[in-house]
């Protein structure tokens, strides 16, 4: 069965660091790409991150420099995908959601947002002025 948890979300004021984790089961890294996004109440969720199953990463312009995507594989099978992200901006708060994609049908741009099969459950992150 597989499962996306998120972790980590919280308040911070601006210029201030959160880390953010998904726990994910029932697949490999190597079987998917994973992507974080955010999604703010009335808009799009759109995408801040995200990294192949070849490793490859992605950002968004408005988080490059400040953001960084990594993922872990441990041996008790608890892998992991974790979003560190620094200086962050009161334009940065929304709703934080990772997601497992394994089609990319948007070719050498990687998984379209609707490839995206799999979600968490999303993590509130709110960044104050």
């Known amino acids: 069965q597989v499962q996306l948890v998120e972790s980590g979300g919280g308040s911070v004021q601006a210029g201030g660091s959160l880390t953010l984790s998904c726990t994910v089961s029932g697949f490999t890294f190597d079987d998917a790409d994973m992507g974080w996004y955010r999604q703010v109440p009335g808009h799009n969720c759109d995408l801040v991150s995200s990294?192949?199953?070849?490793?490859?990463?992605?950002?968004?312009d408005s988080v490059k420099g400040r953001f960084t995507i990594s993922q872990r594989t441990s041996d008790n099978a608890n892998n992991t995908v974790t979003l560190r992200m620094n200086n962050l901006k009161s334009d940065d708060t929304a709703i934080y959601y990772c997601?497992?994609?394994?089609?990319?049908?948007?070719?050498?741009?990687?998984?379209?947002?609707?490839?995206?099969?799999?979600w968490g459950q999303g993590t509130q992150v709110t960044v104050s002025s």
């Open positions: 997601a497992a994609a394994w089609e990319r049908r948007g070719g050498r741009r990687g998984p379209l947002t609707s490839d995206y099969k799999f």
């Open positions: 990294i192949s199953r070849k490793g490859i990463l992605h950002y968004a």
